[in-house]
């Protein structure tokens, strides 16, 4: 799940949603970044495929 090299992103959010991300990673003993990564994981396909659609 997690890898040495990571990507900075910005992301804006609801403050509630960031309070209650950071007493969650707190009461997991993990940091905000692997609380939110390990969510999308959870969220994510295991594959996404993306196909292109051809102009007529």
């Known amino acids: 799940m997690t890898t040495k090299k ?11 949603i960031v309070k ?3 007493a ?3 009461a997991e003993d993990i ?3 692997n609380l939110v990564e390990k969510a999308l ?4 396909p295991p594959v ?3 196909k292109k ?3 007529i």
Not at 8 to 14: E, G
Not at 41 to 44: D, F, G, S
């Open 20 to 22: 209650q991300s950071r």
């Open 48 to 50: 996404t495929i993306i």
């Open 31 to 33: 940091n905000l970044t």
């Open 6 to 16: 990571k990507q900075r992103v910005t992301l804006f959010l609801n403050p509630a």
């Open 24 to 26: 969650q990673a707190v």
């Open 53 to 55: 659609v051809k102009k």
């Open 41 to 44: 994981v959870c969220y994510l």
